[in-house]
């Protein structure tokens, strides 16, 4: 049996259940040595976030996709199965679209589309693929381990009595984007409740005034289909917005830039997001892994000024210091100076220089 993947979370559940046999097509954005059958036409790009959601908006309002099929090796893969999805045109190829393109096909293959809006569903998907490949039993064992790992998480949470923290994760940072479907899920496992999300629906754009009237005390921004190094590269549309220094998460020093496949992409790895955002909303009863160092960044940094000892927040990304004049040399042995004081030193060497 010949199996096609147009969307990254049915790969990613084909290769956690051991399945990757079967696999002969996947998507350019699938983590996978699979030949690339669908592509897109934003791939490789270098647009804004404010750039891709204008793109995005324009092609939905012409109906046209961002996305295409390589037809030519397609026909020569002639696959039995083809796993869609029908949940959002935006981050992947629609069923409808690729309906119309194995039209041609000499071999019509079947298509089974994916359509999870909560976690549940995202787990019945995970039993529907291996139930298509005769491999249902892959699924239910998969899911059982999974299903001890989000136990451990619920039972330490009941036993600390700790208590469920006003978050908001963000899809999307400019505009910003409230989460949806499975996230907000996710997030209650997480021991969380982020009342600006739509639970099974589709996220939106929540105003800033939203935001800020809400304050939450943690802050997890995971744009759609962007790691951690991308979304840092434009997080100043975030900090430089009026009253973020008045936000609780920021005051908190509880911001975060999270990669968004732990909880944009339905696949299984969901378990792992929601390990992740257990340590970020209740550390105290779950100390950070080490195995989610590359995949989540803690924006602030706290930090003791050697001049004035005093405490002040150090960025990981665009940082408050980049805006000075780049003539401080740094000195691991005494550490980074506060704002008054860096600007003190920077203005002092300047006057030196003149």
Request: proline share 6%; net charge neutral; aromatic share 8%.
């Amino acid at each position: 049996m010949k199996v096609c993947s147009f969307l990254p979370a049915a790969t990613s559940m084909i290769y956690q259940m051991g399945l990757e046999e079967f696999l002969c097509g996947v998507t350019f954005e699938c983590h996978s040595d699979k030949p690339k059958v669908v592509r897109s036409y934003l791939e490789g790009n270098n647009h804004t976030s404010l750039e891709i959601d204008k793109i995005v908006s324009e092609s939905k309002q012409e109906g046209k996709s961002l996305y295409y099929i390589d037809e030519e090796l397609l026909q020569e893969i002639a696959p039995d199965i083809i796993f869609t999805q029908d949940v959002c045109n935006v981050c992947q190829i629609s069923t409808s679209y690729v309906e119309r393109a194995i039209y041609k096909l000499k071999k019509q293959p079947k298509i089974i589309p994916l359509i999870p809006r909560n976690l549940d569903d995202v787990f019945d998907n995970a039993i529907t693929i291996a139930k298509a490949l005769g491999r249902e039993d892959s699924a239910h064992h998969l899911l059982g381990e999974l299903k001890k790992r989000t136990d451990t998480i619920l039972n330490k949470l009941r036993k600390n009595n700790a208590p469920l923290k006003r978050v908001m994760v963000m899809e999307w940072l400019d505009p910003i984007y409230n989460c949806g479907h499975w996230i907000p899920y996710q997030i209650a496992q997480a021991g969380g409740v982020d009342m600006l999300s739509n639970p099974a629906g589709y996220s939106i754009i929540t105003p800033w005034g939203k935001v800020r009237q809400y304050n939450p005390a943690v802050l997890v921004v995971a744009p759609c289909g962007f790691n951690v190094e991308r979304a840092s590269r434009e997080i100043e549309k975030l900090t430089q917005l009026d009253g973020w220094d008045d936000l609780k998460a920021v005051k908190n020093n509880a911001v975060y830039i999270t990669d968004a496949d732990l909880y944009t992409c339905p696949s299984l790895h969901l378990i792992d997001g929601i390990e992740l955002l257990a340590s970020l909303f209740h550390p105290d009863i779950f100390p950070p892994e080490e195995r989610f160092r590359k995949q989540c960044k803690k924006l602030y940094t706290l930090k003791i000024c050697p001049e004035c000892n005093t405490e002040f927040n150090c960025s990981s990304a665009n940082c408050w210091c980049s805006k000075l004049p780049n003539i401080m040399s740094m000195n691991p042995g005494k550490g980074c100076l506060c704002p008054e004081c860096l600007e003190k030193a920077v203005a002092k060497k300047l006057k030196l220089q003149a």
